[in-house]
């Protein structure tokens, strides 16, 4: 017992680690707050080490250079951003584990003019009154999709839980049990919808569901019929379902509201690009459907919000739910929503300034060309690994044209010789694990970097990143 007091007593106090010179060259770049912490947590930690009877005989435990050394490492961990930008080359366009959609620069430079000066957020400028958050938006998107009038709150979920809790609370919604979808782990129609208050009535069954389906379960306490975009899967063969249309008429009939949860919201149309599948917002509205709502960062290309759309007699009663107050959009993506939005105004230059929208049109021979350069440059980087740019395919992600294999072109990495210093596994965890990290797919013993989602501006890095990696 006497040796472990001993061992305890070597372990430097904290004010002697602060009275080193190292530690004195930490404060200068680095709060006081942080450099104590490191100290004391690294100090802790060997104090339990050595009462957990780690062999302190060993003593490699208490050589001052190890413990300098974790402490700086700690120092050095404890002062890092969490939150940082990395390289996505998963080809996964709106990839929403790595942040959906970027924004451009244009739409930066707006938010960072609204960021640091006081602007006329909730103030009306003519009346010189008290103004409305959501009326910024609501003549552009007017413009863009006939809209009648509109909403936007934080993200798609949350204006899906708002339009339920503002139309059918302690009411029924009839949806299709094709439609009862889940969306990335947490998003579940039927768990929104009994958190929203509103009483979930599924009709038809996971392949077929007919009009007759819906009609039969209408009774006095049905307050809204439901479609739901099955945004990340398609049921194929035998199955059908009702069309948008047919429920509307429907609803008018028997004057019950109709809503389209549509998911992505495309604004444009991406036929003429070879995409299909994707019916655009205006179209949507003009078969009369009484709400729709979808998402500002994964077609849409802009910011995270969820956008509402509507009857004014319906947007209105949601405006006025106290709900609408707690899932506002903030005041940054209002104005990266704008700017995005004007974009489409110009169709032509939509496709080409948001990111988004440019990644997924994007023609083949310019992914190629991108391909080829990142390939010259990697080239004789490290003879243990081969170099060479390949045909594969990408993806929309978010949840978005599931069925969609895009076309691109990846450069491959793979070892040159079997059993070689290390795996594609190890150089894909590197790569992850750097400086910048680079999120890269492994397939058939290769590491790819798919070139359509990785940025002009980023291939210098990506090299980088890669000859890091690739070191012994
Ligand atoms: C993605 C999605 C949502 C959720 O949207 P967020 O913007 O991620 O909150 C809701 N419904 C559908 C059909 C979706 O595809």
Same mark, same amino acid.
């Given at each position: 017992?006497? +040796?472990?007091?001993?061992?305890?007593?070597?372990? *430097?106090?904290?004010?002697?680690v602060l009275k080193s010179p190292l530690c004195q060259e930490w404060l200068k770049t680095h709060p006081r707050s942080?450099?104590?912490?490191?100290?004391?947590?690294?100090?802790?930690?060997?104090?339990?080490?050595?009462?957990?009877?780690?062999?302190?005989?060993?003593?490699?435990?208490?050589?001052?250079?190890? /413990?300098?050394?974790?402490?700086?490492? !700690?120092?050095?961990?404890?002062?890092?951003?969490?939150?940082?930008?990395?390289?996505?080359? !998963?080809? /996964?366009?709106?990839? #929403?584990?790595?942040?959906?959609?970027?924004?451009?620069?244009?739409?930066?430079?707006?938010?960072?003019?609204?960021?640091?000066?006081?602007?006329?957020?909730?103030?009306?400028?003519?009346?010189?009154?008290?103004?409305?958050?959501?009326?910024?938006?609501?003549?552009? @998107?007017?413009?863009?999709?006939?809209s009648e009038s509109s909403v936007i709150v934080n993200n798609n979920a949350a204006a899906v839980l708002l339009v339920?809790?503002?139309?059918?609370?302690?009411?029924?919604?009839?949806?299709?049990?094709?439609?009862? /979808?889940?969306?990335?782990?947490?998003?579940? /129609?039927?768990?929104?919808?009994?958190?929203?208050?509103?009483?979930?009535?599924?009709?038809? !069954?996971?392949?077929?569901?007919?009009?007759?389906?819906?009609?039969?379960?209408?009774?006095?306490?049905?307050?809204?019929?439901?479609?739901?975009?099955?945004?990340?899967?398609?049921?194929?063969?035998?199955?059908?379902?009702?069309?948008?249309?047919?429920?509307?008429?429907?609803?008018?009939?028997?004057?019950?509201?109709?809503?389209?949860? @549509?998911?992505?919201?495309?604004?444009? +149309?991406?036929?003429?690009?070879?995409?299909?599948?994707?019916?655009?917002?205006?179209?949507?509205?003009?078969?009369?459907?009484?709400?729709?709502?979808?998402s500002g960062d994964k077609l849409l290309g802009g910011p995270q919000a969820g956008i509402i759309l509507g009857k004014?007699?319906?947007?209105?009663?949601?405006?006025?739910?106290?709900?609408?107050?707690?899932?506002?959009?903030?005041?940054?993506?209002?104005?990266?929503?704008?700017? #995005?939005?004007?974009?489409?105004?110009?169709?032509?230059?939509?496709?080409?300034?948001?990111?988004?929208?440019?990644?997924?049109?994007? *023609?083949?021979?310019?992914?190629?060309?991108?391909?080829?350069?990142?390939?010259?440059?990697?080239?004789?980087?490290?003879?243990?690994?081969?170099?060479?740019?390949?045909?594969?395919?990408?993806?929309?992600?978010?949840?978005?044209?599931?069925?969609?294999?895009? *076309? #691109?072109?990846?450069?491959?990495?793979?070892?040159?010789?079997?059993?070689?210093?290390?795996?594609?596994?190890?150089?894909?965890?590197? @790569?992850?694990?750097?400086?910048? *990290?680079?999120?890269?797919?492994?397939?058939?013993?290769?590491?790819?970097?798919?070139?359509?989602?990785?940025?002009?501006?980023?291939?210098?890095?990506?090299?980088?990143?890669?000859?890091?990696?690739?070191?012994?």
């Amino acid at each position: 017992m006497a +040796d472990v007091k001993e061992i305890l007593r070597e372990i *430097p106090s904290v004010d002697e680690v602060l009275k080193s010179p190292l530690c004195q060259e930490w404060l200068k770049t680095h709060p006081r707050s942080l450099v104590l912490k490191a100290i004391r947590d690294i100090l802790r930690l060997k104090r339990e080490s050595i009462l957990a009877g780690a062999n302190p005989a060993a003593s490699r435990v208490l050589s001052f250079d190890t /413990i300098f050394s974790e402490i700086e490492n !700690t120092l050095n961990d404890l002062s890092s951003f969490k939150l940082r930008p990395l390289i996505n080359a !998963t080809g /996964i366009i709106i990839h #929403t584990n790595l942040g959906r959609s970027i924004l451009d620069e244009v739409v930066i430079r707006n938010m960072e003019g609204i960021a640091k000066r006081y602007s006329n957020l909730e103030y009306d400028i003519e009346k010189g009154e008290r103004g409305k958050r959501h009326a910024h938006l609501e003549e552009i @998107l007017r413009t863009l999709t006939d809209s009648e009038s509109s909403v936007i709150v934080n993200n798609n979920a949350a204006a899906v839980l708002l339009v339920l809790n503002s139309m059918a609370q302690e009411k029924e919604v009839i949806v299709s049990r094709g439609e009862l /979808i889940e969306i990335g782990g947490s998003f579940r /129609i039927p768990e929104v919808m009994e958190r929203s208050g509103a009483v979930l009535r599924e009709v038809g !069954t996971t392949n077929k569901t007919h009009l007759r389906d819906y009609e039969g379960a209408i009774n006095e306490r049905t307050a809204l019929l439901l479609k739901v975009h099955t945004s990340n899967y398609r049921v194929l063969g035998f199955a059908s379902d009702v069309s948008l249309q047919d429920m509307v008429f429907l609803g008018q009939k028997r004057g019950i509201p109709v809503m389209n949860d @549509l998911g992505s919201g495309c604004i444009i +149309d991406l036929k003429k690009y070879g995409i299909y599948g994707e019916p655009t917002v205006k179209e949507v509205l003009k078969s009369g459907v009484d709400i729709v709502t979808f998402s500002g960062d994964k077609l849409l290309g802009g910011p995270q919000a969820g956008i509402i759309l509507g009857k004014e007699v319906y947007i209105d009663r949601i405006r006025k739910n106290p709900l609408a107050r707690a899932v506002r959009i903030d005041k940054l993506s209002l104005s990266a929503m704008e700017v #995005t939005l004007r974009e489409y105004l110009d169709e032509e230059r939509a496709v080409k300034k948001i990111p988004t929208l440019r990644m997924l049109t994007q *023609p083949l021979k310019d992914i190629a060309k991108r391909a080829k350069k990142i390939e010259r440059l990697l080239k004789n980087v490290n003879a243990l690994f081969k170099v060479k740019v390949m045909q594969d395919s990408s993806q929309a992600g978010g949840g978005s044209l599931p069925l969609l294999n895009l *076309p #691109t072109f990846v450069v491959a990495l793979s070892p040159a010789v079997q059993g070689s210093q290390f795996s594609v596994n190890d150089f894909e965890e590197r @790569l992850r694990k750097g400086e910048r *990290p680079v999120i890269a797919r492994i397939k058939d013993d290769a590491l790819l970097l798919d070139a359509r989602t990785i940025q002009d501006g980023e291939i210098k890095e990506l090299v980088d990143s890669v000859k890091v990696a690739l070191k012994k």
